[in-house]
């Protein structure tokens, strides 16, 4: 009698690992940046089962063959997960090639290992940046599906009334993209300017700023508050701390859409 061997093979070629690019991998363990990964592939540092591969999409499965870098086996890094109150004029980049000093020139004397920011705020902006080398966790905040809101206190020159915040509401459409709020609200007024409470549930490139720059106001300041549930608290400026385990539980968005 014969037996058919044929449906085994498939099951087993239908469980087995996925595969993913090689730098892919090294970003997913935790020790560096996918675009640093790159380089440590295009430098011949990372080796594959002994051999060197240049090949930063080279197919490898994370349960595979062994991979060294720099001949030390890689070994999936602590998960770090940092909240950072950023100060106005800090860039959130690894380097700048213009030599302006970044986030990570606070952070250098911590002794962290590579993390990587969890969304982004521009140079001019302050307050509440997430920090983390678990790339799957942050991956989960970013992703425009989650709808995770972002609050800001932003001061602006004028005094907006309900119908610049009714418009803030609509939205504008500056080039082909719409810009609106979830919510907006004044928090208080002085003379020439106003301090607003303005929340997305999404983030375009210099969003706030373009859209009240729409509307006739310039923004003074903007400072990042909240991510979700998270508040940014009394954390100095410049100042860090990593989350707890049930403030990285909160945020995690991993099957929650």
Not at 79 to 93: A, T, W
């Amino acid at each position: 009698m014969r037996f058919s061997t044929s449906g085994n093979h498939r099951n087993r070629a239908t469980t087995a690992a996925p595969r993913h690019g090689l730098a892919r991998v090294l970003s997913k363990a935790g020790v560096c940046s996918r675009s640093q990964a790159e380089q440590w592939i295009r430098d011949g540092r990372v080796s594959v089962a002994g051999r060197v591969v240049a090949d930063p999409h080279f197919p490898v499965r994370p349960d595979g063959p062994p991979i060294t870098v720099d001949g030390k086996p890689l070994a999936t890094a602590e998960r770090i997960h940092v909240m950072f109150n950023k100060p106005r004029g800090l860039v959130v980049s690894a380097s700048d090639e213009r030599g302006r000093d970044t986030v990570y020139t606070a952070l250098a004397a911590a002794g962290l290992p590579w993390l990587g920011p969890v969304g982004r705020l521009d140079k001019a902006s302050e307050g509440l940046l997430l920090l983390s080398n678990d790339t799957t966790w942050a991956a989960g905040i970013t992703d425009p599906a989650t709808h995770l809101d972002k609050t800001y206190h932003v001061q602006v020159a004028g005094q907006p009334d309900a119908t610049a915040l009714a418009a803030m509401h609509a939205g504008i459409v500056d080039g082909d993209e719409r810009l609106k709020v979830r919510r907006a609200s004044v928090l208080r007024q002085g003379g020439k300017n106003a301090w607003l409470e303005v929340v997305l549930d999404e983030g375009r490139n210099r969003h706030i700023r373009r859209l009240l720059a729409a509307l006739g106001f310039d923004v003074l300041r903007l400072i990042r508050v909240a991510i979700g549930p998270l508040p940014l608290g009394d954390l100095a400026k410049n100042q860090w701390r990593r989350l707890s385990a049930a403030e990285v539980a909160m945020l995690d968005r991993r099957g929650r859409r």
